[in-house]
């Protein structure tokens, strides 16, 4: 039984293979937070510190008693208004203006199978049949606010084999009266001890998911997003580390949100060097009016603890594979695609497109994607935006008539979409400017000259998805790549108040409950766009990775990583992604040289070992290829479909540090692992038997001492023949080759010693090596 409640000694222990967490009902009724970590058996409740800590305040019915304070205690779901200055992860506001909560246990429940989320939003598994096993076991816990009659119920599902939790809090209003919700967590964690490190993926447009490691001390660090998507600047995912903490050992905590909105999450020192870990939806503008009889649903959140990096990556890595990918491409092999974008921008008709499937098929390339510039008027990104009808005239031909032209030619077909954007000279705007986010009498900030939809109408959500599935029917897309190219700054609705609202009371034009109803339009478009195109892969696009969270993958099992395609930026981005996020939900892509992003020109097989590690395709106009590259690309495409299983399932490892290359410098040392002279990682498969081992260059000296890539993940004892599968350029020293390639090593060799680091000439070079057990 993963999940064990002692109604006696009030005590909640939920066990995964390896983990323990643990809550504690206090003798007032509060819920405490005491244990998580390691697995452990027996009852924290007898360790709690209570002392008498000076302006601390106490309870009203702990009387005298002095040394039991909300304030210094690890709680399960701080209330504002209950003694505790810490964040709180919960702020209720009732109709007197008063913030004030007291929140006290009243029951506990637990069932088979996984809890269910009401309202819209995505969960681990939440497309499962009622019955339908999911491996997990629920527990739900109910608090109650009496002075307003809220209650709390507060949501965890155990996936005891993947070593997972889940968290998800509803909010009720029993009350008679109206409450407003100002601030509701997903989850919250608290140390009572230990200095930690706080490990989170922020970055740029560009430069998204980059490792950043801090010491936690006193105060708050927090991370987020205002900008209406989860954002390239931050990401809802993150760790929290002992201090001590390596790739194999440490203390390590890791946390994701199911959602692609607007967040917060922060990581508090308090007074007594308590460290609190808090995430959940943005807080600052947040305000949602609870009627009487109403429910609200916080986004779920993923928790898992692993000793080391790479045991917590691979748990997040299988939960995520197994628990919210679905539909027929969490298995599927994805198709490997070329993507029109870079080789052609707007620059296309239907002509050029099925030239480039021609080309594409003689590559071995599966499936061709129609980017952006097919539709309205779209010749460049100034206009067009809203108009999901064809461009014929553009095209030259229908879209039905180019998709089966593409289908003809022996490859599947891909087209890209921007639903929820606006581009002021189209139709659509002209008939319906009030469809856009925009404050009155405020001229509004543009952004790649669109606007963003109001997606939190049910009307504008319904019109552009029946104008787009009019217009991709035709098509029958097997493939869609879905993209969101801004931030949104207005978020000011034209609807119609419903009854109970009025724009004056600043309820129904409060910026965080309405982009978290966008968010819901958005969850919604998708999900009618999945059960539309039930065969259809959607890639989730946001200008690259501005979107690219659990709550996006629950639909679009991959995501375009970055508008970045330089293979040695894309090291440190995809080793940051790689902390949380399984390979196959990273889209990446072999682009020309000079990278169109940073002009520097590396290997085509360097670009090809970097995108390997991904969900693989290409970006450039096959024309302007040589004889020698289409065949080396062949070659490459054969590799991806041998080793697809081994990449995607096999257990990942990384074996070098963020590699500094790029926008990270100057964000501080990585603190992991080394070298930044080389990346190189590995994906070992599940029975231990083979394992794929990818290395890149990233400088070259004179005269360096030996460096030696240490493996992981293999079995002690056993002994693997190493063979080249790609190599960008020979060996320097045929020499170290032969020996490599020559003799049997065993596990504990190739993970104690590991393989020297061979001198390939100049940077940029790259070696794939597959090792097999003897
Ligand atoms: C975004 C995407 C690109 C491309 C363009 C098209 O920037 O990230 O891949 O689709 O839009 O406008």
């Known amino acids: 039984m993963a999940i064990i409640y002692d109604r006696e000694q009030g005590l909640l222990t939920l066990h995964t293979l390896h983990s323990t967490y643990q809550m504690g009902i206090s003798s007032y009724g509060h819920l405490l937070h005491l244990y998580y970590g390691r697995r452990a058996e027996g009852s924290f409740l007898p360790l709690l510190s209570l002392r008498d800590r000076g302006f601390s305040g106490n309870p009203y019915d702990a009387g005298n008693d002095r040394s039991y304070s909300a304030d210094t205690l690890p709680q399960e779901l701080s209330a504002f208004g209950n003694g505790d200055y810490r964040h709180s992860g919960f702020r209720l506001r009732t109709a007197d203006g008063a913030c004030g909560s007291d929140l006290r246990f009243e029951e506990a429940r637990r069932y088979p199978g996984k809890y269910r989320l009401p309202g819209g939003l995505p969960a681990a598994d939440a497309f499962r049949t009622e019955g339908e096993e999911s491996g997990a076991e629920s527990l ?41 919700i100002e601030q509701a967590d997903s989850a ?28 936690l001390s006193a105060g708050e660090k927090s991370i987020g997003s205002s900008r209406g998507a989860s954002s390239h600047q931050h990401n809802p995912f993150v760790m929290l580390c002992t201090a001590d903490s390596t790739e194999d050992s440490g203390e390590v905590y890791g946390l994701a949100l199911v959602y692609s909105g607007n967040f917060r999450i922060s990581a508090e020192v308090d007074q007594l060097g308590q460290t609190r870990l808090s995430a959940g939806m943005m807080d ?21 603890f692993g000793e080391g990096f790479a045991v917590l990556s691979q748990r997040f890595h299988r939960f995520t594979s197994r628990h919210i990918l679905h539909g027929t491409f969490m298995k599927a092999r994805r198709p490997v695609l070329l993507n029109s974008w870079e080789g052609c921008y707007f620059d296309f008709d239907g002509t050029r497109i099925l030239r480039l499937a021609e080309e594409a098929k003689e590559l071995g390339i599966e499936l061709l994607v129609m980017d ?60 319906h400017p009030d469809y856009a986010f925009r404050i009155p009498g405020k001229e509004p900030i543009r952004s790649r000259m669109q606007l963003v939809l109001d997606f939190s109408r049910q009307e504008v959500v319904d019109r552009i998805f029946r104008d787009l599935s009019e ?12 993209d969101m190219n801004r931030s949104i700054m207005e978020a000011y609705t034209h609807a119609q108040p419903a009854a109970g609202e009025s724009c004056a009371d600043g309820t129904m034009q409060n910026r965080g409950a309405l982009l978290h109803r966008y968010m819901l339009g958005v969850y919604d478009f998708l999900r009618r766009m999945q059960a539309a195109f039930p065969e259809t892969l959607i890639e989730g696009c946001c200008g690259g990775g501005g979107r690219f969270d659990l709550g996006m993958l629950y639909f679009t099992p991959q995501i375009w990583l970055s508008d970045n395609t330089d293979a040695i930026e894309r090291l440190s981005l995809q080793y940051g992604a790689s902390f949380g996020y399984p390979i196959s939900a990273v889209g990446a892509h072999v682009s020309a040289v000079p990278n169109h992003q940073t002009g520097r020109s590396t290997p085509l097989a360097t670009r090809a070992v970097a995108a390997l590690s991904g969900s693989f395709g290409y ?20 590799i991806y ?23 990270a410098a100057g964000f501080g040392a990585d603190g992991n692992m080394g070298s930044d002279s080389f990346s190189a990682w590995l994906t070992v498969s599940s029975d231990q038997t083979e394992a794929l081992l990818s290395v890149v260059t990233r400088t070259q000296h004179c005269n360096t001492p030996a460096e030696y890539i240490r493996l992981r993940g293999l079995r002690r004892g056993r002994e693997y023949r190493i063979a080249p599968v790609m190599q960008s350029a020979e060996w320097y020293l045929p020499k170290e080759k032969e020996a490599l390639l020559f003799h049997r090593f065993t596990g504990d060799v190739l993970m104690e010693r590991g393989i020297p680091l061979p001198l390939l000439p100049g940077e940029y070079q790259s070696l794939l090596l597959h090792l097999r057990e003897v």
């Open 284 to 304: 600052t503008h947040f305000s949602w009016r609870l009627g009487s009889g109403e429910q609200f649903c916080c986004p779920e959140a993923v928790l898992g």
């Open 641 to 663: 479909k041998r080793y697809y299983v081994l990449l995607h399932e096999g257990d990942y490892y990384r074996l070098s540090g963020a590699a500094m290359g790029c926008a």
């Open 619 to 638: 970006e450039l106009d096959p024309a302007a290829l040589s004889p020698g590259e289409r065949a080396e690309i062949r070659q490459q495409i054969e």
């Open 188 to 215: 919250a964690l608290d140390f009572p001890r230990g200095h930690f490190d706080l490990v989170h993926f922020s970055g740029s447009y560009g430069n998204e998911r980059l490792y950043h490691r801090e010491r």
């Open 140 to 180: 739900e816990l109910r608090l109650r606010d009496s002075r307003s009659g809220t209650l709390v119920r507060l949501l965890y599902a155990v996936y005891e084999e993947e070593d997972i939790l889940t968290r998800a809090v509803i909010v009720e209003n029993a009350g008679a009266e109206p409450v407003w």
């Open 372 to 431: 952006d510039g097919w539709f309205g008027k779209r010749d460049n990104d100034l206009s067009g935006l809203g108009d999901w009808q064809c461009n014929t005239k553009k095209l030259g031909m229908p879209l039905g008539v180019l998709a089966e032209g593409i289908r003809e030619r022996g490859l599947r077909f891909g087209i890209w979409i921007e639903p929820e954007m606006v581009s002021e000279d189209s139709a659509l705007f002209r008939e």
């Open 471 to 482: 217009t991709l029917r035709e098509a029958k897309p097997d493939y869609i790549k879905m």
